[in-house]
């Protein structure tokens, strides 16, 4: 890639040393704070310059065809010189002033451009389920590498819509149901990201729980509601991690564009939270010049494309709001200052991208272990598994031969290796094309299991899949549901699927199932299997993964960030509006479970889910000990170890919930609230360090619009430690006394 500003760049410094041009120009002074470099920098630019900065382009080809007077001749010139092709975005650099450009690229899992083949970690609700910050901070730096050395300093990754809907096509790049978990989660992986120097994103902002008519859709929540669940999760991720953007979503939230969205973005992000960075559009996402201008949209980003009706950002449409009054100078600088604030805090400025070589054995090797601390163990009847000492093994269904799935969309990576199945599956087009990662489940049990016989069947002709199963010891079968963004699904498995399962197990009871999910499914044969492995959608080496978990060469630890419900009866939605109609009908949703999502829905309701959010088993056992709960200036703070009480290493992880004697009395949405976890290594027969924890305050108010307050209402509480949603045996009660703040970020 040819980065003309950095040649810019070296001509103004030639002879220059950098003190005088510190002195001179002080954005370049590393001193000062990234607040104070930025406004420096808006200072000295022009008008045209400060524009520049606030529309990002992509598709060179569609700009080509752009009218002149909407974008220059020069502007086009440059963008098809910079951008890299099949990229989201590019931002052309002032090379005057030594500002770089901003060279875009999605998504959550990696490195997202069409034909450049990238390290993919597990998605992200695979990573979720480590209930281990610390893994997706290591696959967030590790994904930023392969960006920098790809030419890239804006990672659009960050996502963390809550799973409200637990059909939504893009809950694999999300983290899961719950505000404290998807905050913890998501903080992980921005922060490895920033700390290689790039920009990362928060999204979709706000309330972007479904894909059926996404860019048409209209949410009515409660702001009681809101702040207590889906933009809770990001005002913990903006505290803990600090992303440089947040990018605004395609929907309507309570009437308004989320993208022109006074209350989300100027009233709750800017102004309440204190964000600094600046808020860019989802792609197409941006329907005015002047309110997305003044309600808080700071980049109109990725033009032309996703069906832009105007070109708002364009030079000479804000020129004429300037013109007229419409938008302010000041508010133009605001815009300006708040996209260059990231580049001076992660410091992009300071240590520009540069495309080099990539490591992708080491970085396989991260997204490996990444899905080692992640596949959840949902079944194991009778210790089936791990597989240890038999002689042969029926593998069947779901290209386990060539790969394991991933999923569609602006996350789906092109592997290392190639896709073994490119082709052969639908969708081919967007959100497609349907993608496996090369990591054959089968060959990595080969290679585990070499005095085995392992063989292969592909599952379409059930009756040949039964007759291997009978002469086999084992049967493994392998389901997948594939989803992607802009689209919704069904809970159900597609084609034969469960019937295959059925079979198989109806003919070996020693029968193994491999889910390879965007998330939930359900399980009409999930008392007739021995075991479930919970994948999800595991990644570049996802078949090592799977194969070494099977054989308990890796014990597994994950724990479901998500309930999965038993039936449709018990969604909060029985239907999603919208729901496989053409894109661009107008439909509503009226969010009336409010902040009730995911367990707190089944705890209002009584219902049982299939699983309960946080459910994982292991192949040794723990338990909670030493619990504890204190109560000081109104703190509750927390403390617990946990022990393996089983004969083999292994990895558990303390969950803690919060109980009001009476939820409704204190105004909760339900029963109870997730408060803390800590994952711990323990030997057998050992106890693990203790625990300590202060809970966020947050997690035992309710937000009073009155007041833009958060309020603690005094009474009995009981903090309830186990492993997962319904398994809590251990209690203490707490008395907690009247306390209100502020919900004004000091």
Sequence with gaps: MRLKWMAATALLLTGVSSVALAQTQAWFDKSKSADERARAAVAAMTLDEKLTLILSFTDPEQLAKQPDSIVSPEVKAIVNKEHIRGSAGYVPGIARLGIPAQWQTDASIGVRVQGMARTALPSSLATAASFDPAVTEAGGRMIAQEARLSGFNTFLAGGANLAREPRNGRNFEYVGEDPWLAGQMASGLINGIQSQHMVSTLKHFAVNDQESQRTTVNVTIAPEAMRQSDLLAFEFILEQ???????????????????????????????????????????????????????????????????????????????????????????????????????????????????????????????????????????????????????????IGAHADKGVMSGGGSSGVTPVGGNPVEGQLEPKSWPGPVTYMPSSPVEALKAELPKAKIAYAGGEDIAAAVALAKSSEVAIVFVTQWMGEGMDGT??????????????????????????????????????????????????????????????????????????????????????????????????????????????????????????????????????????????????????????????????????????????????????????????????????????????????????????????????????????????????????PDLTWSAVHK
């Design 491 to 736: 809970l159900e498995l597609k084609g034969n699927q469960d019937a295959l399962v059925a079979a198989v197990a109806a003919a070996n009871p020693r029968t193994i199932v491999v889910v390879q999910s965007g998330g939930a499914i359900f399980m009409p044969w999930k008392d007739n299997v021995g075991a479930i492995l919970q994948a999800f959608y595991p990644g570049i080496r996802g078949g090592q993964a799977i194969a070494r978990i099977l054989t308990g060469k890796v014990n597994p630890s994950g724990h479901l960030p998500i309930s999965f419900p038993a039936s449709n009866a018990q969604l909060a939605h029985g239907t999603i509006p919208g729901f496989g109609k053409p894109d661009g009908v107008a439909v509503n949703i009226t969010y009336h479970e409010g902040a009730a999502i995911g367990y707190k829905w089944y705890d209002v309701k009584g219902y049982t889910p299939l699983f309960a959010f946080g459910h994982g088993l292991s192949y040794t056992t723990f338990a909670v000990s030493d619990a504890r709960a204190t109560v000081e200036k109104g703190e509750l703070t927390i403390s617990a170890a946990i022990r393996n009480t089983g004969k083999t290493a292994g990895k558990g992880v303390i969950q803690v919930y919060v109980a009001p004697a009476d939820y409704k009395a204190v105004g909760w949405e339900a029963p109870k609230r997730f408060v803390a976890f800590r994952k711990e290594a323990v030997a057998p027969g050992a106890t693990s360090g203790t625990f300590t924890q202060k809970i966020d305050p947050r997690l035992l108010a309710t937000y009073e619009v009155a007041d833009n307050s958060w309020r603690i209402r005094a009474g009995t509480y009981q903090v309830l430690f186990g492993q997962a949603a319904d398994d809590l045996p251990q209690s203490v009660t707490i008395t907690l």
């Design 241 to 395: 991690s600090n992303p440089g953007s947040a990018m605004c979503a395609y929907n309507l939230v309570n009437g308004r564009w989320a993208c022109e969205n006074e209350y989300l973005l100027n009233k709750t992000l800017k102004q309440d939270w204190g964000f600094k960075g600046y808020v860019m559009a989802d792609w197409g996402a941006v329907h005015s010049t002047v309110d997305s201008a003044n309600y808080g949209l700071d980049q109109f980003t990725g033009f032309p494309c996703c069906g832009d009706r105007q070109p708002y950002f364009a030079p000479v449409n804000v020129k004429v709001a300037l013109d007229k009054g419409d938008i302010s100078q000041k508010r133009l600088d605001d815009m300006a200052q708040r996209v260059l604030w990231p580049l001076f805090s992660t410091g992009v400025f300071d240590n520009p991208a540069k495309v080099g070589p990539i490591d992708f054995k080491a970085n396989a090797a991260v997204s490996q272990k990444a899905a080692e601390e992640s596949l959840v163990l949902l079944k194991n009847a009778g210790n089936l598994l791990p597989l240890s000492g038999v002689k042969s093994v029926a593998m």
